[in-house]
């Protein structure tokens, strides 16, 4: 009941509108929430550790009536059917408030089932298992607890947005036939239903400025509507003439590893400069990146100087947001 009643609280004061004080909303407020349902489940958890723990060293006979495992079944049967809805509910709206109430229903079953159990065994052999079968569920609770915390957190962290989602913002960007490219796609989570994010948009640097300033609000306001999403696009212009450096760059460090791409490349007085993106913890360190992909400019400037910046990128870890 204490989880639910906290779940109930966290949605009231998530709905709460923006404010000047915040103004990206209270969503997190679920967030905190469920993170709050988390910590309860492992109090339950270390508690029923304890006592069980109390009742092996010491037990003491249990007396059951036929009334109190009527109850204790009728019980299971409603925890049962809570656990069920709120997790179907909080898979369906994605909220880990509901799941961590499913899951706190689903362990009140679980230990009201090893009560019935122990009642049940004790009652025709006589061998009292009521402290033995709390410790096993109390370690459990408390395993299952620790998951949820580590799923509530997680959000409140800064985690990396769903695949899924950045590839259909990915997709629809990519959608507009002016579009080059994209990349620095990043996306802020401030609550269920209330994310926000940005992304640079490669266009044509011979193009008209008031022209593609207008097809970047046309995808904001299409992405905005189809999807939720408030999301700022920033344009940035790709030269589209000359001997094409940016797609020998891009295909030369594709060749020292597909996961490596490039963006921003510009040249400038002598100076070729641009953005490598390659993944957290990649097998070549920085300095050889910089001396092998300087070779490849080379080939085609032999007098620029490289000025090579490393991203590692902001909408996933295990891919790069470049996508020509």
């Known amino acids: 009941a204490s989880s639910n009643i906290v779940s109930l609280l966290g949605f009231r004061l998530a709905s709460r509108p923006a404010d000047e004080g915040h103004p990206y909303g209270h969503g997190r407020y679920e967030y905190l929430a469920g993170l709050f349902v988390a910590v309860l489940v492992c109090a339950v958890g270390i508690n029923l550790v304890l006592e069980s723990i109390s009742k092996i060293i010491k037990p003491s006979p249990t007396a059951y009536t036929l009334v109190s495992l009527a109850a204790l079944v009728l019980s299971m049967l409603v925890k049962l059917w809570m656990a069920a809805f709120n997790r179907a509910l909080g898979d369906r709206i994605d909220s880990e408030t509901l799941i961590a109430t499913a899951q706190d229903s689903k362990n009140d079953v679980i230990t009201s089932g090893s009560v019935l159990a122990a009642a049940l065994i004790s009652q025709t052999t006589g061998f009292d298992?009521?402290?033995?079968?709390?410790?096993?569920?109390?370690?459990?609770?408390?395993?299952?607890?620790?998951?949820?915390?580590?799923?509530?957190?997680?959000?409140?962290?800064?985690?990396?947005?769903?695949?899924?989602?950045?590839?259909?913002?990915?997709?629809?960007?990519?959608?507009?036939?002016?579009?080059?490219?994209?990349?620095?796609?990043?996306?802020?989570?401030?609550?269920?239903?209330?994310?926000?994010?940005?992304?640079?948009?490669?266009?044509?640097?011979?193009?008209?400025?008031?022209?593609?300033h207008e097809i970047l609000d046309t995808i904001e306001h299409d992405i905005k509507r189809q999807m939720g999403i408030d999301i700022t696009l920033h344009c940035d212009p790709i030269a589209t003439t000359g001997d094409d450096l940016r797609g020998w760059v891009k295909r030369g460090v594709m060749q020292i590893d597909p996961a490596l791409s490039i963006h921003d490349l510009h040249e400038h007085d002598g100076f070729v400069s641009f953005d490598l993106v390659r993944p957290d913890g990649f097998r070549i360190s920085d300095d050889e990146l910089l001396e092998r992909v300087t070779h490849i400019v080379h080939e085609r400037r032999p007098d620029a100087s490289c000025v090579v910046t490393f991203d590692s990128g902001f909408s996933s870890p295990d891919r790069p947001a470049e996508q020509l």
């Open 129 to 212: 298992l009521d402290g033995w079968a709390g410790l096993g569920v109390g370690i459990f609770i408390c395993i299952s607890g620790m998951g949820l915390v580590r799923d509530a957190i997680s959000p409140l962290l800064g985690q990396a947005p769903d695949p899924k989602l950045v590839q259909e913002i990915r997709d629809r960007i990519m959608s507009y036939p002016q579009v080059l490219g994209t990349h620095d796609l990043m996306v802020h989570d401030y609550g269920p239903g209330r994310q926000f994010a940005s992304a640079h948009v490669e266009m044509p640097g011979e193009g008209d400025a008031f022209e593609h």
